[in-house]
């Protein structure tokens, strides 16, 4: 059945490179069997969508598949190189009289012509992106900061501005191809295609490269850049720079800067989604009378908390507002403070003759219904299996 690669990647038939790079590079994080386990909707959709980018990014296939439909990718792949009937099309009938013809290459010319048309590379290329991790503290995640980042990776030169030309003159149509970016050669029934070693397959050459960069347009050099971290950044959050990756070959686009970050673990607080969680120890006393306690705020004040009477370990009071920032917003999350009822260790004679005194007072169901309640379902629970014997 024939497939619209234009709608499955979401673009027009006039899309270009850049068009196509973005709307696949859009769905295939939505559709990436890793974002979707176990999804095999998902799985199926990615592997459409790169089966139409991996047509349309490429000149030839595009023009086959703008001629052809996408039959003819489906009848034994499309393969420029291949001659004779025995591959290519796969027996694909162009009309006429014989079907696929003795010649490919006689195809491939009146498809994009002998000259200019048939390079399977560009003269200007796109500069990869570059990832860079930082890490960070939780204080600089929730206020934001700006974080200085040094990295190395190709630049544009300096000597020829990028173009890769010392004289600044514009490149020419290589004479060895032709401008078509590939040579051919003539083995017995057979015609060879093969990539341009002049030109590396770009169809074009420079004629004086420049001596620094030696023709490509860049060179190896430090960057230092201040990249802005907003409020209420989370850790894996990733931040696009763009235009600061690596420049392009011989004057093309440069790619992007992706700074991926990572917060540091922090002495008090652990951080869920906006709000932070902290241990707050108490003393028993306290736990038992009550009390007030001063716990520190993630903004650098001191928040005031109340512990009343008969506080259990493992309780947690919320402070609504004192966590983190939420991202492009003013609002914040809430801090949660946990009570962890500590054990008087180290005692004195004194110390634990007043504690067994104590203990003697406090017998009550009343004093300890928690330890009451527990041990009175232990004896049920042994009335039980004696009663059941």
Not at 79 to 102: D, K, L, M, W
Not at 190 to 218: H, L, M, N, Q, V
Not at 331 to 354: S, Y
Request: one cysteine or more; glycine letters at 16%; hydrophobic letters at 30%.
């Amino acid at each position: 059945m024939a497939k619209d690669f234009y709608k499955i990647l979401g673009v027009n038939n006039g899309a270009t490179a850049d068009d196509l790079k973005k709307a696949y590079r859009k769905l295939a994080m939505q559709y990436h069997p890793d974002k979707n386990p176990g999804d095999k909707n998902a799985e199926q959709k990615f592997r459409e969508i790169s089966e139409a980018y991996d047509v349309l990014r490429d000149d030839q296939k595009r023009a086959a598949y703008d001629r052809y439909g996408s039959d003819v990718f489906e009848q034994g792949g499309f393969n420029p190189n291949a001659g004779g009937g025995g591959g290519g099309f796969g027996g694909f009938g162009f009309g006429g009289g014989g079907g696929f013809g003795a010649n490919f290459a006689d195809i491939i010319d009146e498809m994009f012509g002998e000259i200019g048309g048939g390079s399977s590379a560009t003269f200007q290329q796109e500069g990869s992106d570059v990832r860079f991790n930082l890490e960070i503290s939780l204080e600089e995640a929730f206020k934001g900061t700006t974080a200085r980042v040094k990295y190395t990776t190709g630049a544009a030169c300096d000597s020829c501005k990028g173009s890769g030309s010392e004289s600044g003159a514009p490149p020419v149509v290589c004479n060895a191809c032709k401008g078509r970016g590939k040579t051919r050669a003539q083995q017995g029934f057979f015609t060879i295609e093969r990539t341009c070693s002049s030109c590396g397959g770009a169809g074009k050459t420079i004629s004086t490269p420049c001596r620094p960069c030696t023709g490509t347009g860049r060179v190896r050099r430090e960057k230092n850049l201040e990249v802005k971290i907003p409020a209420g950044v989370e850790d894996g959050t990733r931040i696009r720079v763009t235009k600061e990756g690596e420049a392009g070959l011989r004057g093309g686009p440069a790619g992007d800067l992706y700074v991926f970050l990572t917060l540091r673990p922090h002495r008090f607080f652990k951080r869920q989604g906006g709000d932070l969680y902290c241990k707050a120890p108490i003393t028993m006393t306290m736990a038992s009378l009550g009390g007030e306690i001063g716990v520190p705020s993630i903004d650098g004040t001191q928040t005031s908390l109340k512990i009343p009477s008969g506080t259990q370990s493992g309780h947690q009071f919320r402070i609504r507002g004192k966590g983190m920032t939420a991202l492009r917003s003013s609002m914040r999350g809430d801090m949660i403070i946990e009570a962890v009822v500590e054990t008087p260790v180290n005692l004195t004679k004194k110390q634990k003759e007043i504690l067994k005194q104590f203990d003697e007072t406090t017998k009550k169901e009343s004093n300890n219904p928690q330890s009451s309640g527990f041990f009175a379902k232990v004896k049920e629970f042994w009335e039980e299996l004696g009663g059941g014997g």
